[in-house]
């Protein structure tokens, strides 16, 4: 991971058309600007582990019914 230090105002550049930006700063967060192409996806962690975790939620799921479905059939 790389670590830069950054003031209000001050940003950085990611390839040749994304630029990171420091809007402003407080106590206990940090508020950033990101200027990028519409064709590249911008999401916060928390989102995208939410969402990998309900994919492979939803992969697992016809597995899960499928098995409760034979146990169903098994007690017949």
């Keep these: 991971m790389l670590v830069i230090t950054r003031k209000n105002n001050e940003g950085l550049r990611i390839g040749e058309n994304i630029t990171v930006t420091v809007v402003e700063t407080s106590k206990d967060?940090?508020?950033?600007?990101?200027?990028?192409?519409?064709?590249?996806?911008?999401?916060?962690?928390?989102?995208?582990?939410?969402?990998?975790?309900?994919i492979q939620a939803a992969v697992h799921k016809p597995a899960a019914d499928l098995l409760s479905l034979l146990r169903s059939q098994q007690e017949v």
């Design 29 to 54: 967060r940090v508020k950033i600007g990101i200027d990028a192409p519409s064709n590249v996806r911008i999401i916060r962690n928390e989102l995208f582990d939410t969402e990998r975790f309900n």
